[in-house]
């Protein structure tokens, strides 16, 4: 028998063996969620006279750092999440104290995932919050 081909013992052994599985998140909440950056623009003369108009250009909160105003999303800001994804958000959801959990789409699924699993070996509940 050639090494590496005995049959496995048991079926822990058989995926520890085997030649593994392809992970891919098939989550589509309709938010956008992509590998490729989202235009920016700078802002325009008039945002800037705004007295309310804040520049959150590099500003982080969550997984994710600002980028630049969305040129094409009205209204929204182009994030980029430290998994390298591109997704969109308003100042307002960038400003929110309780959005420190704020990821994209694919690590929020890897986040439910990894919450579900500590909760499906210890019976522990743990916020998102202390995942990311
Ligand atoms: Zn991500």
Known sequence: MKVGHEIPVN???ARVMG?????????QHGSVCQDIPLPTRKPT??????????D???AKFGRFTVIGLSDGIKGKWVV????????ARTSKAI??????ADCCEECRHLLYLKKSEIWRRTGKH???EELV
Do not use: D, H, I, M
């Open 11 to 13: 079926s822990t052994a």
């Open 95 to 100: 400003r929110n104290p309780n959005n420190s």
């Open 126 to 128: 743990v916020a998102l």
């Open 80 to 87: 980029r999440c430290a998994c390298g994804n591109y997704s």
């Open 56 to 58: 959150l250009s590099g």
């Open 19 to 27: 030649r593994g599985e392809v992970y891919e998140s098939g989550k």
């Open 45 to 54: 003369a008039a945002e800037l006279a705004w007295e309310t108009f804040v």
